[in-house]
């Protein structure tokens, strides 16, 4: 089942024209230690730099009317839920719930059980790009051309009318199958969740999760369904091709059809559930069974013939093997991502933090009539101060994770970036790059800030760097050098990257990319 929290902030950020990566969207607020709460959405607004506002306000027609026309809020349902308000008239407002399903209500009877908190996001054209390769498209890409291949083979061995019918409900069976296994992992259109809960009496979910559904402990009904479609298409393919006989499909299909009677009592006695797509299976089923009959005029004059059975018993064990495979991985992959959400909620818990921050030792990292290397806003309440060399390859990713502390948080971090380098090789390469680095930030800071950037490349070329930035000018910055070369021998700093925060060490127990998710509570201490 997917989380409807996610669901509904994503519904309410399309709808306000915010487009996000939807992965890193979902991810960001499971993993967010206050989950499921108001604060875990304004965290992750904040995480894509979402301008956003939360706020309680008084419950009354002037305060509604000031509201923009699509809003983010709680209402008083028995207990407080999540909805998106949509204002569609002077008179009427939509109301989104959990499942998506929209609700008209009279503004009265909103304002009635409207809590008065809301989240206001700017309306924007964010958009955050997906990272590599999307896997979804690839499987996509991948399941067209087998899917067209299989149709070219089938087609070219001109099968009889019987065959198509039942090779192609045998494709409609195989996607009817996949829509239900994605429901069954939480994958789910909304066109499928629409049919799934159209009324009080369907419910694919009851019906899939309920005992009836499994026919094993390690095999569900839904197993068996793509197995045996699945089987049943690759079985034509070959069986029309070699024009071998099809009375072991036909047994099968015939065979198939007390399962459906027993699903029909389940889900009419038992559930007292209706599940549409299990009834989509059902009719797809009895259509394959009627085919047999309709379309099948020569049926007396099939006989039995080993090497088809053989053919048809290998598909259907390659199917089976092949899914209950992949079924596992899946399964191991949502494990993964769950043990990934609750790590990172666990690392971005602030009390843990707090707790081993507050034991570091105080250390005054401020150089007094030294003129360094300062990012952000100089009054800032986070005061931050990374140690670094630009031929220490570990110091790339901590000048990653500053930079997207500095666009995330400009007005509350103040960055000095604090060199420990070797000022006696006046001819090393490390020494000409900080110095220079120096005389850019005392020219134009927003150069310097490019020109860093570009030092701390993955597979940056310092040499190549120099001929671009040019060579330091002189000697004018050797005294700062040497008194932060001073400080970090003096401080015993030996290594880089090194970070403080607010004159204390950053915990070695977190990641340097981790401090971004404390600054806000920094801020509130």
Not at 193 to 221: H, W
Not at 387 to 416: E, F, G, R, W
Not at 429 to 456: F, I
Not at 464 to 474: C, F, R, T
């Amino acid at each position: 089942m997917r989380d409807t929290l996610n669901d509904l902030l994503r519904l309410y950020l399309n709808k306000i024209d915010i487009h996000t990566n939807k992965e890193e969207l979902e991810f960001q607020l499971l993993s967010h230690p206050s989950y499921p709460s108001l604060h875990a959405v304004t965290g992750v607004l904040d995480h894509f730099r979402i301008d956003n506002l939360a706020a309680e306000v008084p419950t009354d027609l002037e305060t509604f009317n000031q509201l923009p026309e699509v809003f983010f809020t709680l209402i008083k349902n028995g207990s407080k839920e999540f909805v998106v308000v949509t204002k569609d008239s002077h008179q009427q407002v939509g109301v989104h719930y959990h499942n998506k399903e929209k609700k008209p209500k009279p503004i009265e009877e909103f304002i009635a059980e409207w809590s008065g908190i809301v989240v206001i996001a700017e309306k924007s054209n964010i958009t955050v790009e997906k990272k590599g390769v999307s896997n979804k498209n690839f499987i996509k890409s991948i399941s067209i051309i087998s899917l067209a291949l299989l149709l070219f083979t089938f087609f070219s061995a001109k099968p009889s009318l019987f065959q198509i019918v039942h090779f192609i409900l045998s494709l409609i069976g195989v996607l009817i199958s996949i829509l239900i296994i994605q429901h069954e992992f939480g994958f789910q259109s909304k066109a499928v969740e629409k049919l799934c809960t159209g009324s009080k009496s369907t419910s694919c979910e009851v019906i899939l999760n309920s005992k009836g559904a499994n026919f094993s402990k390690y095999i569900k009904l839904s197993d068996l369904s793509f197995i045996y479609f699945a089987g049943m298409v690759l079985s034509w393919v070959i069986v029309a091709n070699v024009n071998h006989q099809y009375l072991s499909i036909v047994v099968l299909t015939i065979c198939s059809i007390p399962i459906t009677f027993y699903s029909l009592f389940y889900q009419y006695k038992i559930a007292k559930k209706w599940c549409p797509l299990c009834l989509m299976i059902i009719a797809v089923l009895w259509l394959q069974c009627l085919s047999v009959f309709l379309l099948n005029p020569n049926l007396k004059d099939i006989h039995i013939e080993f090497s088809s059975t053989l053919v048809i018993s290998i598909m259907i064990l390659v199917c089976t093997a092949g899914w209950l495979f992949s079924r596992y991985l899946l399964n191991k992959e949502q494990e993964l991502n769950k043990l990934q959400i609750d790590h990172y909620r666990f690392r971005r818990n602030f009390d843990l933090f707090k707790a081993v921050y507050q034991k570091q030792e105080q250390i005054i990292t401020k150089i007094i009539d030294v003129n360094e290397i300062i990012f952000g806003d100089k009054n800032a309440p986070i005061n931050v101060v990374l140690v670094t060399s630009p031929l220490c390859y570990y110091c790339k990713a901590a000048h990653v994770a500053i930079d997207n502390l500095l666009k995330q948080y400009p007005n509350d971090v103040k960055v000095t970036v604090r060199f420990n380098i070797n000022i006696d090789d006046k001819k090393g390469v490390g020494y000409r790059v900080v110095h220079r680095l120096h005389e850019l930030y005392d020219t134009n800071k927003v150069e310097c800030l490019k020109a860093m950037h570009e030092a701390y490349f993955e597979n940056a070329n310092l040499e190549k760097w120099l001929v671009k930035w040019n060579e330091p000018s002189g000697a004018n910055f050797d005294n700062t050098l040497l008194k932060q070369k001073q400080w970090c021998h003096n401080k015993s700093i030996n290594f880089t990257p090194a970070l403080f925060v607010n004159d204390k060490a950053y915990p070695k127990e977190y990641d340097k990319e981790d401090l971004i998710y404390f600054i806000n509570d920094l801020v509130d201490q």
